[in-house]
């Protein structure tokens, strides 16, 4: 396979990994730094844009940039092992919490989310994002692989139950990237494909009982995606509103500061999950192709460090991670292009927002944890 | 267990890095998936959603062109726009109608008109339009609606222009009005240049010169936000305003006419022969042009529609009427250019004709007869018994051919539309409409302009005009010439039909000289009227019977009329042009069930050749019943 010479090639510079270097010293990976930075800035300036230059909502935006990477450089200084060696508690914890904010949660924007301890608020459900795959991946290092079918079974409970309890909130964006996240494990892990189909075939089966589980608005926002005109001035604006954007913005967009859409409202959401809109508006199909390569230079880093790691439990979190952040992305800008259905999922690194931010940025510390506690072994 | 782990270890290896790269390509191939839609919607689409977003935030708002004005000849305002303020309603922003009327109608009094208008206008617009709820709001009712807006959220007072008539009443039959549009009227107009525009003509020179009156839309292109409020104006296209209309008509000539037949039904055209322009065209009673213009309600209209008067009826244009005596002239020139009559030719009168095969008697209007009559004298006193003969010797064809080649029966093509034609009856004429064939009797009596011959004011006037003119015609016509906005002038130049000829010209002057007699000759049937004027007139006076006198068994026309009602009364017609060597105004006069039109036109003629009566000199006539103070003989 040509591509295994091209993984081959990445290895080359490692060589010199004899000793370390300071970046390693602090535990930074400096590829997928520079490229969480470079997005980061790119999003800053789709944000100025977007928020009608409101200087306040990009100060926001740094402040919740600063916190994110502080946990990033917080979470890279945890060695693997410490991870694997708490996996299960932390899924534990995780599931806990989530059944608490179903019972006491604070009901925010008609969707209980939020979980209060003194000044802090957690979203549980995004702790989930990192418990499931670390304590999936905890669970294989143990066992052998590939899986049997009773694990998978066990997988499985493992995955629906929080994500259940996550669509329940309703949060049906973050319910499938818990799905995703620990489906990808699986998928890593070596679950047939075989397997994989029947999975894919039930819930396809499955899909008018998931329909009496939707939220009204969530049954609103499948039937738009199948037909915005249903309802053009209501929940079909969005998309339609999304399409004209970008639609508009053509091979090189009209410019920084000058999409009409966004400045003049039309697009709704402009500065959140339908912040892609703008991208394509102001920067046009080349600007979009861009930021799109950079998401996927960040991906084939985390996929570099993935089979760089060194044991299975960081294979299977690296890969895991790698892959959900993959999902996040495209599903928001299939959404924004209208080829997913509206699930309200941001734009990780460029939509405004602090939570997601520092549960993704808590990944790609983990992510660099893995590939910067290496053991000087050769392998 | 070692063992096995490590092989496990590297099998694992080798597992998780080729899912990777399974994974890596499913991934490429999602992002193609993106990058491929990305490209149908900015590369392949992008013109259809450039269109689509300029949609969203351009807005072209139509700017209304000014109506052009109106003037008379002498440059007098008949016409104009005035600014008022109106109270609109935008009907999406409320959201429970009776309520908000109730509460505004607390601070401005809404009759039960406005409200009912409103609620017409309501369903015939959409729920975006702005619709009036009330117009010609007082100042002190804008002041006392500032200080309440805030209660009202779909509410605004809007300064407009509103088409106003200075002269009210007195030319709504030239001038007619402008209106709301109507559906009807929505199906025929240019939607783009009507964009802006609440109002169109709907009758007279308003209807007739609406394309002219109307102008060009103007544009102004907005920058729009999501809740459609303008952010800043891009560009501006001005409106481009209706032409500004000068009449013919004298104004102070048609307020003299009119205020001369006020209090009577009747019509009065005035033309000046020479050129074909209308000098006054009056017909009363008439009606204010200005409830149209606002709306009125259906008991309002309906009112109007069924008074006995009838206001809305233009009598000068559609009046059908007897030629009753006035026809004399016409067909005395038909005998003399046929040469059937001659100036020298006398007749007896003994007070009856008969004809040869027949012993059906036709009386003359004056019981003993004329006795010796001339063709002079036979127009001067009105002889019928002459003009039965010569209408006998002529026969119908060669009385409908002169009558035709004078423009009756047909339009005269004047710049108003509504006129009707009139008719000039032929035996192929009564076949068609009555199904019976047509007798002698029918040429006879159509001879001294009774029976099935039917004309409008606008065709007697004209037909003078043209005996004034000796022949030559002139379409009449209302409009003298357009002024465009830079002040350039477009003149109307009608195109004229073609002029009566006479084989002998001679001919118009024997006719002229016995329309002169009319006033001067002691037997003439204006004698009075003659005597009173400093100027030639040529005159022709006329009866028309309103109901025969055999029907109700009456000999007598004269001596009966006052003691009948009033509806029964005869009309009074006249035709005269002055003076008779350079003619300056041609007129016809009909005043219904009334006996007054000859000294009506007196005085509308001694106005415009002598200047403003001296009111105190000519005692007024008039009242309803028809009895008259200046006691002018009834004329024949």
């Given at each position: 396979?040509?591509?295994?010479?091209?993984?081959?090639?990445?290895?080359?510079?490692?060589?010199?990994?004899?000793?370390?270097?300071?970046?390693?010293?602090?535990?930074?990976?400096?590829?997928?730094?520079?490229?969480?930075?470079?997005?980061?800035?790119?999003?800053?300036?789709?944000?100025?844009?977007?928020?009608?230059?409101?200087?306040?909502?990009?100060?926001?935006?740094m402040i919740h940039i600063g916190l994110a990477f502080g946990v990033l450089f917080l979470f890279a200084q945890i060695p693997p092992m410490t991870y694997r060696r708490w996996a299960f508690w932390i899924y534990i914890i995780s599931l806990i919490l989530l059944i608490a904010v179903s019972l006491i949660g604070h009901v925010g924007k008609g969707a209980a989310r939020w979980l209060t301890i003194g000044y802090v608020r957690f979203q549980p459900s995004e702790m989930m994002k990192l418990a499931i795959p670390m304590f999936l991946a905890w669970h294989y290092h143990k066992i052998h692989l590939p899986l049997t079918l009773r694990t998978v079974m066990v997988s499985a409970v493992i995955i629906l139950i929080p994500a259940l309890l996550t669509a329940k909130q309703p949060d049906l964006g973050t319910a499938i990237l818990l799905v995703i996240a620990g489906g990808s494990v699986l998928l890593l892990?070596?679950?047939?494909?075989?397997?994989?189909?029947?999975?894919?075939?039930?819930?396809?089966?499955?899909?008018?009982?998931?329909?009496?589980?939707?939220?009204?608005?969530?049954?609103?926002?499948?039937?738009?995606?199948?037909?915005?005109?249903?309802?053009?001035?209501?929940?079909?604006?969005?998309?339609?509103?999304?399409?004209?954007?970008?639609?508009?913005?053509?091979?090189?967009?009209?410019?920084?500061?000058?999409?009409?859409?966004?400045?003049?409202?039309?697009?709704?959401?402009?500065?959140?999950?339908?912040?892609?809109?703008?991208?394509?508006?102001?920067?046009?199909?080349?600007?979009?192709?861009?930021?799109?390569?950079?998401?996927?230079?960040?991906?084939?880093?985390?996929?570099?460090?993935?089979?760089?790691?060194?044991?299975?439990?960081?294979?299977?979190?690296?890969?895991?991670?790698?892959?959900?952040?993959?999902?996040?992305?495209?599903?928001?800008?299939?959404?924004?292009?209208?080829?997913?259905?509206v699930v309200g999922l941001p734009l990780p690194l460029v939509s405004y927002g602090g939570s997601s931010m520092i549960t993704l940025m808590a990944s790609f510390g983990i992510l660099m944890s893995i590939q910067t506690h290496r053991k000087l072994l050769t392998t | 267990m070692q063992r096995i782990a490590i092989k496990n270890?590297?099998?694992?290896?080798?597992?998780?890095?080729?899912?990777?790269?399974?994974?890596?390509?499913?991934?490429?191939?999602?992002?193609?998936?993106?990058?491929?839609?990305?490209?149908?919607?900015?590369?392949?689409?992008?013109?259809?959603?450039?269109?689509?977003?300029?949609?969203?935030?351009?807005?072209?708002?139509?700017?209304?062109?000014?109506?052009?004005?109106?003037?008379?000849?002498?440059?007098?305002?008949?016409?104009?726009?005035?600014?008022?303020?109106?109270?609109?309603?935008?009907?999406?922003?409320?959201?429970?109608?009776?309520?908000?009327?109730?509460?505004?109608?607390?601070?401005?009094?809404?009759?039960?008109?406005?409200?009912?208008?409103?609620q017409k206008q309501l369903k015939q617009h959409r729920r975006f339009d702005e619709i009036t709820l009330k117009l010609r709001l007082t100042e002190a009712e804008v002041a006392r609606f500032s200080e309440n807006q805030y209660r009202f959220p779909g509410l605004l007072v809007k300064a407009r222009l509103i088409r106003h008539y200075p002269l009210a009443n007195s030319l709504s039959h030239v001038l007619g009005y402008v209106g709301r549009i109507n559906t009807d009227e929505l199906r025929h107009i240019n939607p783009t240049n009507y964009s802006a525009t609440h109002y169109i003509g709907k009758l007279g020179i308003e209807k007739f010169y609406e394309d002219q009156l109307h102008g060009t839309v103007g544009y102004e292109q907005a920058e729009n936000d999501a809740s459609g409020q303008a952010i800043r104006i891009l560009n501006k296209i001005k409106p481009i305003p209706g032409k500004n209309l000068h009449l013919t008509l004298d104004s102070k000539l048609q307020l003299a006419a009119e205020q001369a037949l006020s209090g009577?039904?009747?019509?009065?055209?005035?033309?000046?022969?020479?050129?074909?322009?209308?000098?006054?065209?009056?017909?009363?009673?008439?009606?204010?042009?200005?409830?149209?213009?606002?709306?009125?309600s259906n008991e309002d209209y309906q009112r109007l529609q069924t008074s006995p008067d009838r206001p809305l009826y233009n009598r000068a244009?559609?009046?059908?009427?007897?030629?009753?005596?006035?026809?004399?002239?016409?067909?005395?020139?038909?005998?003399?250019?046929?040469?059937?009559?001659?100036?020298?030719?006398?007749?007896?009168?003994?007070?009856?004709?008969?004809?040869?095969?027949?012993?059906?008697?036709?009386?003359?209007?004056?019981?003993?007869?004329?006795?010796?009559?001339?063709?002079?004298k036979a127009i001067a006193s009105s002889c019928d018994i002459y003009f039965y003969d010569l209408g006998h010797k002529l026969g119908i064809q060669r009385i409908d051919d002169i009558l035709t080649v004078f423009g009756f029966g047909q339009l005269t093509g004047i710049d108003m539309g509504e006129e009707l034609p009139g008719v000039v009856a032929s035996p192929a004429w009564k076949r068609k409409t009555k199904g019976v064939a047509w007798y002698e009797g029918d040429t006879i009596n159509s001879a001294i302009g009774q029976g099935y011959m039917q004309t409008t004011p606008l065709q007697l006037a004209a037909g003078v005009a043209t005996i004034a003119n000796r022949g030559i015609r002139h379409t009449p016509h209302l409009l003298a010439y357009m002024e465009y906005a830079n002040q350039a002038r477009e003149f109307n130049q009608p195109k004229d039909p073609a002029p009566v000829t006479l084989r002998d010209d001679h001919d118009w002057e024997i006719v002229i000289h016995a329309m002169q007699e009319v006033i001067t000759s002691p037997e003439g049937t204006g004698y009075h009227f003659g005597k009173?004027?400093?100027?030639?007139?040529?005159?022709?006076?006329?009866?028309?019977?309103?109901?025969?006198?055999?029907?109700?068994?009456?000999?007598?026309?004269?001596?009966?009329q006052d003691s009948l009602p009033e509806r029964l009364r005869n009309h009074s017609l006249l035709i005269a042009f002055a003076p008779v060597e350079k003619p300056t105004i041609a007129i016809a006069v009909i005043v219904e069930n009334s006996n007054l039109a000859s000294s009506i036109a007196r005085q509308v003629m001694d106005y415009y050749l002598i200047g403003p009566p001296l009111v105190t000199l000519l005692p007024q006539t008039t009242n309803r019943k028809g009895t008259t103070a200046n006691a002018l003989h009834p004329f024949h």
């Open positions: 396979m040509p591509f295994i010479h091209f993984i081959d090639r990445m290895r080359k510079p490692e060589r010199s990994s004899q000793y370390r270097t300071f970046w390693q010293y602090i535990h930074i990976d400096i590829g997928l730094l520079i490229g969480i930075l470079l997005l980061t800035f790119l999003g800053l300036l789709i944000l100025y844009s977007s928020s009608n230059q409101n200087i306040h909502v990009v100060n926001q935006q892990a070596g679950l047939s494909w075989y397997v994989m189909t029947a999975f894919i075939a039930i819930l396809g089966l499955s899909g008018p009982a998931v329909w009496y589980l939707l939220h009204d608005y969530q049954r609103q926002r499948v039937l738009t995606f199948l037909n915005p005109e249903r309802d053009p001035l209501g929940a079909g604006y969005h998309i339609i509103q999304s399409k004209i954007a970008i639609g508009s913005g053509g091979l090189f967009g009209k410019g920084w500061l000058n999409g009409t859409q966004s400045h003049l409202h039309f697009l709704p959401e402009h500065s959140t999950d339908f912040i892609f809109a703008v991208c394509g508006e102001e920067f046009g199909f080349l600007g979009s192709v861009i930021l799109i390569t950079l998401f996927m230079a960040i991906i084939m880093r985390g996929l570099y460090i993935t089979i760089k790691a060194q044991d299975t439990f960081c294979r299977l979190l690296a890969g895991s991670l790698t892959i959900t952040f993959f999902i996040s992305f495209f599903i928001n800008m299939g959404m924004v292009t209208g080829i997913l259905p | 270890h590297i099998q694992e290896i080798q597992l998780i890095t080729q899912r990777c790269i399974t994974v890596f390509m499913m991934m490429m191939i999602l992002i193609g998936l993106l990058i491929a839609r990305l490209a149908y919607l900015q590369l392949v689409n992008h013109t259809l959603y450039t269109t689509l977003s300029k949609k969203n935030w351009l807005d072209l708002t139509p700017i209304e062109p000014t109506r052009g004005l109106i003037y008379d000849r002498n440059g007098i305002l008949l016409a104009e726009n005035i600014p008022i303020f109106s109270l609109d309603v935008i009907p999406n922003k409320i959201t429970y109608f009776p309520h908000m009327l109730a509460e505004i109608g607390k601070i401005i009094p809404l009759s039960d008109n406005d409200i009912s208008q409103f009577h039904r009747g019509a009065i055209v005035a033309i000046q022969p020479k050129t074909g322009d209308l000098l006054a065209l009056v017909s009363e009673p008439s009606y204010d042009p200005t409830v149209f213009v606002d709306g009125m244009l559609r009046g059908l009427y007897p030629f009753a005596s006035p026809i004399k002239p016409f067909i005395a020139l038909e005998g003399l250019n046929s040469g059937i009559a001659s100036p020298d030719f006398t007749l007896f009168d003994p007070g009856w004709y008969k004809l040869p095969n027949s012993q059906h008697f036709f009386h003359d209007w004056r019981p003993h007869g004329h006795g010796t009559v001339n063709l002079t009173l004027g400093p100027y030639t007139a040529a005159i022709k006076t006329g009866t028309a019977q309103v109901y025969s006198k055999k029907a109700h068994g009456l000999n007598e026309i004269a001596d009966n």
